[in-house]
């Protein structure tokens, strides 16, 4: 009706210049957008790394507040100085140009750079309780973490603004879900250390520690940082084997493991160890599998299998899913409940071998300790956390999953070797 009323009073003239004026604006706007569009894309993308750098900015003071109230009640200067030194710590890997020793060099370095971190924790804390210290030489490295990714996200918004680089634009945009996810996750575990309560990675060496009934007097430190105690199960031998608790410790599992298979012949080992979840998957789920079930740089998980090549020994392998940042915060129920099913799938596994087997519960043991009965309380201190799980709505997707997708090459390559940096330095 309209348009016959228009070309009924001339409006086929009128058409054609409406049509005429419409060409002319998209002709300007296009140019213009062309120009702007980008303008505007990186003022959105520095709003956005500005508002995430002020929650990082939070979360980094807010790790320094708790490490620094648990390790002294005065700093000095000279500690000040050196605290804040080793807040920026770097790690060199070592070149793979000669591949021949590389384990061994990796292991050095990694030796290194924590024992640097137990001289300035022995030589400046306050307390001088050897589980405490553990929690403290732990803790910092939350510390470190939540400094560490402060300051890679204020150098790629530096980048930005510099460069003007879309691409990059949309690459770091992707990242700051992924920052803000590990730097809260980095905050939770320092929380959890200095509380001695378990985080999501101390799975492992909780349902190793379920499955020793000897007397404390009875287990003995087997390597560094490794106990060690022969149990039955169902009438046949088994060497448990985990780290040493509560204090929050790793170890070397690789040369425990070692010693007991020249010791002992070993049908099997099953290792135990969180894993990582796919989204849809449920946290506490098991899964079973074959191979060194252990995360991290790949020393002590290269030094198993060399064990087991030797020995002529079939490695077998359960994993307790969560997602990574489940794995650094203080345990959910979920996790926690996940140790019946554990045990009894070790068990089940273990009967399937008629010799000894070894069992090793992989995973950072902080307020794990090292027997059934000292296990026995962990649930009382995680209460006020599940409490506070409940009360918050949790991330259903974890954001850190999209790191493994992320493609290589160009500022790709930079962003992947930022997170690589960083990870170095993450807790397990």
């Not at 430190?221 to 105690?229: G, K, L, R």
């Not at 554990?342 to 089940?348: D, H, I, M, P, R």
Request: aromatic content about 8%; glycine content about 8%; some cysteine.
């Amino acid at each position: 009706m309209v348009f016959d009323a228009l070309f009924a009073i001339g409006g086929d003239g009128i058409l054609q210049q409406i049509f005429m004026i419409v060409q002319i604006l998209s002709f300007l706007i296009l140019p213009a957008l062309l120009v702007f569009f980008p303008r505007i894309m990186i003022w959105q993308a520095d709003r956005k790394l500005e508002s995430a750098l002020v929650d990082l900015e939070a979360y980094r003071n807010d790790t320094e507040i708790l490490f620094l109230d648990k390790f002294a009640s005065n700093i000095e200067n000279d500690t000040r100085q050196k605290f804040d030194s080793l807040r920026d710590f770097k790690f060199s890997a070592p070149t793979g140009i000669d591949p021949a020793g590389m384990v061994g060099k990796l292991e050095n370095v990694l030796d290194s750079s924590e024992n640097k971190f137990n001289r300035f924790v022995e030589g400046n804390a306050e307390t001088e309780d050897e589980e405490e210290l553990a929690d403290l030489n732990m803790a910092f490295k939350g510390v470190m973490g939540t400094h560490q990714i402060f300051k890679v996200m204020r150098h790629f918004r530096q980048l930005i603004k510099k460069t003007k680089m879309i691409y990059l634009v949309q690459m770091v945009t992707m990242m700051i879900p992924i920052y803000k996810e590990l730097a809260e996750a980095q905050k939770e575990a320092t929380r959890a250390f200095l509380d001695q309560a378990p985080i999501g990675d101390t799975i492992g060496p909780l349902v190793a520690a379920k499955l020793i009934e000897s007397d404390k007097g009875e287990i003995e430190e087997i390597a560094e940082n490794i106990v060690y105690s022969e149990e039955e199960i169902d009438g046949s031998k088994v060497h448990v084997l985990k780290s040493s608790g509560p204090g929050a410790r790793l170890g070397k599992y690789g040369d425990a493991l070692e010693t007991v298979a020249d010791e002992n012949d070993l049908d099997a080992i099953i290792s135990v160890d969180a894993g990582a979840k796919f989204e849809g998957e449920e946290t506490g789920s098991l899964s079973e599998g074959v191979g060194v079930m252990m995360g991290g740089p790949g020393v002590e998980k290269s030094k198993i299998e060399d064990v087991a090549v030797e020995h002529d020994v079939p490695l077998e392998g359960i994993i307790i899913k969560q997602s990574p940042p489940e794995a650094s915060k203080p345990m959910k129920k979920e996790i926690y409940e996940a140790y019946k099913p554990a045990v009894s799938k070790v068990k089940e596994i273990a009967s399937e071998f008629d010799g000894e087997v070894a069992i090793v519960g992989v995973g950072n043991t902080c307020g794990a300790g090292d027997t059934r009965d000292q296990v026995a309380g962990v649930h009382n201190r995680l209460r006020k956390y599940w409490e506070e799980y409940e009360e918050k709505e949790e991330e259903e997707v974890s954001y850190m999953g999209v790191m493994g997708a992320m493609p290589s090459g160009g500022e790709q390559a930079e962003l992947l070797q930022a997170r690589d940096n960083l990870i170095w330095n993450m807790i397990r």
